[in-house]
């Protein structure tokens, strides 16, 4: 067996297996697609509808619309859904026995986590260029230029894996993957209101929601910014609450957030799932 | 000599020659509950090792400490050579484990399915899913292109089993590998699994069936409330705790027991009258056919309008179980 192994190629990276057989669940899982995919869109289209018809007023020249400024909470709406994906997810695999039967291979749990991760950042990427050709190609939304388009595409990226983050920590916790996602739209629905992301907010709780600071970030620097340079050196995010907190704070605070929500869901889940 | 690599608080278990697995003391308790309490146990290079014993007698929690998924609270094992608790990737290289539940990913197709397994055994991706398609034509599921959760029940097991074996494990554990299946699916599985011991396999069958250990296994050991209360080859456990023919009687109403035993017991070649509820007396007996008649002139030919049915039929596991814990395995 190695002798052909050899010859019929290399061992495949388990990491990178795990995460196309996690995408190739995700995508045929019609019911999912839709509450990942269909959600978002359909409150796009209906923002579109209520929302592109009112002019206002915005730092950057040209003509723009409310819808323009709703456009960045509908991309943060979309890819926080991916706390409930990931929640449900490996709440299923610790259900189903899944977990337990790759715990009997030669595998490891840290290709388990790298491939579980990788496999949503894929389908976060998937769901962003979905959004953005919905919203830049097709209902013609504002943005800067090109280049700040991108980073906010890496902005919502960051932030949908943060979200995988969290719904690990709620997969720790659910006994099942129905509890997970109860427990997903327990936390998300009210955070995704309360962070003022979908409609303005004005109130200083929306800063204790992670969505805000992706919104914020996204929309200054796709609608709002000048360029980049100017954005990390002079701009404060555009607050509701008149505060200065500098681009590059909000980027800190989100980047953290993606941190410690990662580290701390992988420590609990490994603990609730070592026996 | 050999070398003391096991060895965990007080209990040190050694490689043995021609060995496959060690065990020496295993303990697991879920809080008051002692699911495995104190198992030694030895399995043969191999050789298929049948676990038998009624739901809940610590049959699972054996083999997912067996197969590194549970940690022991005391004694070890040795498999392989490698020691259980300190080399658990090693362990895990050797291993193909079928669980008791139907562990399949029901959006992927058999093969896909099959061939993750094989890549996270790191088989390449070419070879993997050549071995896929030889071992599910084997199983008989070639040739299904839908999605898993469109395979009916049996299906659905046989592919569980096909993830166990496409590395050609060294040690296999199937947990009750037949559960739910048909008679028909039943005997292909049964028929694959003798076909594994050709290939030198060393396979541990749990199983609360006593026909499925009796037929399969080379080696016994039943266990009871966590504990192993006997071992042997099947033969040699049927003679030494069986009590010789049996027949069961199932009267119409509860008979008095205590006059079956009072006539049958004069006779001489009556061993033991039982009382299994249910209103079935289990007469045990040796000898032939002529004390098959005298028993059942004597037992119940006066109770003739009593009786409801009558059957004969040589030992059984179940009769041993019966004979060491009072209870039948499906209690």
Redesign the interface.
Known sequence: ?TQ??TK?????N?AF??SV?SL??KV??AQALFYTLGFPIMFTVIFYFVFSNMEVQGPSPGPQNAFDYGFPGMIIYATGLLCNSAAIFFANGKK???L?????????RKNIFIGGLLAETWFVILQILIMFGLGYGIMNVYYKDVGMMLIGFVIAVVFGIQSAGLGIILAAYAKSPEAANGFAMMYFMPAIFASGALVPFESPIVYFFPPYWAKQIFLQITVDGDNLEALMKSSSLATSTEIGIPLWGGLLILIALTFAFLAIGIAIFQKKTS? | MAQSIGAYNNVSVEPKEGVEINVRGLKKYFKEIKAVDGVDLQVKKGELFGLLGPNGAGKSTMI?ML?????PDAGTAIIAGLDLRKQR?EI??L?G?C?Q?I?I?E??TAE?NVT??A?????????AKQAASRLLSQLNIAGRKD?AKNFSGGMKRRLNLA?ALIH?PKIIFLDEPTAGLDPQARRLVWDFIRDLKNTGSTIILTTHDMVEADVLSDHIAIIDQGKIIAQGKPQELKEKFGTGNILEIQFLHQPDLDVVKEKLQTLPFITKVSDVGEQRVLVSFSGGLKNFVATLQQGIVEHINEVENISFRQNTLEDVFLHLTGRRLRE
């Open positions: 067996m052909d192994r019929e190629g290399k061992a495949p388990k297996v795990f057989m190739k669940q045929r899982n189903n026995g899944m337990e039967r790759l715990d009997t291979m030669p595998v490891g026996v | 997912r197969t590194t998924v549970l940690t990737v895990r290289k291993l484990v669980p539940e562990v990913v959006t992927l896909e993750f397994v890549q996270m055994h790191g088989i390449p991706t070419p070879l999605r993830m050609n």
